[in-house]
């Protein structure tokens, strides 16, 4: 499954050469052009799905299991404090590129470059209805 307008399909198959730290025959891991910080890398599967809802589950795993290994591998070879995984979803949530994609970013202390929202207030009223809609409609 492929997307003709999708960079990022390009990417995956290699018609469009990306700084490539890691492929095998369902990801590759290829470094940001607009980093955040050295080392902001991204994974990406080679088949086309636009966003995390639409990623088949066996390739959630698996994208979670590079996210981990490339994150330890990132931080001790750049020496960084700590690493973002991020994944956005939707143009509201600051997704650019319609390809499904998770952001491995490492972080040094002071570094200054997000937080990712700034913390609000968990109301009685929006608990209640989560936990009682989640406990009516379990998740899995
Ligand atoms: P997002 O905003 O979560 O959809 O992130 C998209 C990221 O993709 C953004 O950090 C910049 C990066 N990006 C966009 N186009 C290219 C490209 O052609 N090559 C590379 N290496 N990165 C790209």
Avoid at 15 to 20: G, H, L, R, V
Avoid at 22 to 37: I, K, M, Q, S
Avoid at 84 to 89: A, K, T, Y
Avoid at 119 to 131: A, F, H, M, S, Y
Wanted: hydrophobic share 40%.
């Amino acid at each position: 499954m492929r997307n003709e307008n999708c960079i990022f399909c390009k990417i995956a198959a290699g018609e469009i050469p990306s700084a490539t730290l890691y492929e095998d025959e369902d990801f590759r891991v290829f470094l940001d052009l607009g980093p955040a910080n050295d080392g902001h890398a991204l994974i990406i599967p080679k088949e086309h799905y636009a966003n995390l809802l639409e990623l088949p589950e066996e390739l959630c795993g698996k994208a979670m299991v590079i996210a981990k290994k490339l994150a330890k591998r990132l931080k001790d070879f750049t020496g960084a404090d700590g690493v973002n995984i991020v994944n956005n979803n939707g143009e509201a949530a600051g997704q650019s590129v319609f390809h499904f994609h998770v952001h491995v970013i490492p972080r040094w202390k002071n570094d200054g470059k997000f937080p990712l929202w700034i913390p609000g207030e968990l109301t009685d009223e929006v608990r209640d209805k989560l936990v009682e809609e989640f406990k009516k409609n379990p998740l899995v």
